[in-house]
């Protein structure tokens, strides 16, 4: 008689998922032991020797946590632009409110990462003209010293507030890597086209909307310690 086949059965991801990751770690642990002999050129393999690819994003973080409560060191790195991160998204605003002083501007970028402040915040900030001011003062003080000194200046300063700064170091070493990351690269674009604000600003938003990136935009570890690095590889490469 003819066999018949079980219906197609979906596999829920999740607990296979979760084989997968601590097959990974074991795999990864068993490499680094040393007492194992596992050599690259004859040094044993290190967890900065080792990256795992993944597809998208939320894996990497969910395989980090895994590596974290295996005791196994981890970065998360990608190919994407940092021109492309939350970071950038946010530091337009605060840069666009800088050059454009109005009112909601500065509502908006007052919404950004580097203020811990709610949309009921800004309510009563916008009612409360002193305090407003003092928010107007913060992003004149940032347009003068950007136009006077040049961007590295203004910014480095304004990120390194001291209440600000910790507002940030509180999301991890991931934001500031890449706050600085990009400060960098614009104050590098000054240093060729010339001190000008608008222009600057200009060049910025092009980055963000191009799709070319070239290797130094390319986001950088988290840290420089010994660890495994997870990357995000938005496209395959050859």
């Known amino acids: 008689g003819s066999r018949k086949f079980p219906e197609k059965q979906k596999i829920k991801l999740s607990p296979v998922k979760g084989i997968i990751f601590d097959d990974l770690c074991s795999r990864i642990l068993e490499l680094i032991d040393e007492n194992n002999g596992y050599t690259i050129d004859g040094t044993p393999v290190k967890p900065g020797d080792i990256t795992v690819l993944v597809i998208q994003h939320s894996d990497a973080s969910e395989i980090k946590s895994h590596f974290e409560k295996s005791g196994i060191p981890a970065v ?4 994407q632009s940092v021109f492309k991160s939350n970071e950038m998204k946010d530091l337009l605003v605060i840069m666009e409110a800088a050059v454009n002083l109005t009112p909601s501007r500065i509502k908006a970028a007052l919404l950004t990462m580097f203020f811990d402040l709610k949309p009921s915040d800004i309510i009563d900030i916008s009612a409360d ?5 003092k928010y107007l003062d913060l992003f004149s003080t940032i347009y003068n010293d950007w136009e006077e000194h040049g961007f590295l ?30 400060i960098e690269l614009i104050h590098n674009r000054e240093s060729i086209s010339g001190r000008s604000v608008e222009p600057v600003l200009a060049w910025t938003k092009e980055k963000i909307a191009s799709d070319e990136k070239s290797e130094d935009e390319q986001l950088r570890l988290e840290s420089d310690e010994n660890a495994v690095s997870i990357m995000t590889v938005h496209k395959s490469k050859g």
Request: aromatic content about 12%; charged content about 25%.
């Open 76 to 79: 998360l790195t990608s190919d």
């Open 129 to 133: 003209t002193i305090l407003f001011e």
């Open 153 to 182: 200046s203004a910014f480095s300063k304004f990120i390194h507030y001291s209440e600000r700064y910790s507002i940030l170091a509180d999301k991890g070493e991931r934001t500031l890597t890449n706050l600085r990351h990009i």
